[in-house]
């Protein structure tokens, strides 16, 4: 059995989920209505499938009333994934500061030209 955050992501690698998601930000809407803009590369059904993947993944809801299937985003498993990838964007963050300091300090131990300098030296070459 799979975890709930593999399940998201796996439901988020296709484009087409990604778009559907997309449109569902905008309110509920009918699985016709979810369907429509993909039905001239793929099938009701293929986009039915689609949509199970979604809604297994915990990313989208759907309910039925009468013939009229509506279907809802739901927030949690976003907001998992979200805070599970802000704890590595936190680490590259650090990360990435710690290499700019390095190389700051590298640049001025060694009196390397500063990237401003670069910038004016290519300027006044060009002028000559």
């Known amino acids: 059995m799979q975890d709930h955050l593999s399940s998201t992501f796996a439901a988020l690698a296709d484009p087409t989920r990604r778009a ?73 963050e650090e990360s990435f500061d710690r290499l700019d300091e390095y190389l700051l300090k590298l640049q001025n131990s060694q009196n390397l030209p500063k990237k401003s300098d670069k910038k004016k030296r290519k300027k006044n070459d060009s002028k000559k």
């Not at 998601?21 to 993909?38: C, I, M, Q, Y």
């Not at 986009?47 to 915990?58: D, I, N, Q, R």
């Not at 013939?67 to 964007?89: G, H, V």
Request: aromatic share 8%.
């Open 20 to 92: 559907i998601l997309a449109r569902l930000t905008h309110g509920e809407k009918s699985v016709s209505d979810l369907a429509e803009p993909f039905l001239k590369d793929m099938s009701l059904p293929a986009v039915t499938k689609h949509l199970k993947v979604l809604e297994k993944a915990g990313l989208i809801t759907k309910t039925r009333e009468a013939q009229y299937r509506p279907c809802r985003i739901n927030s949690k498993p976003l907001q998992e994934a979200t805070t599970w990838m802000d704890q590595y964007r936190v680490f590259w």
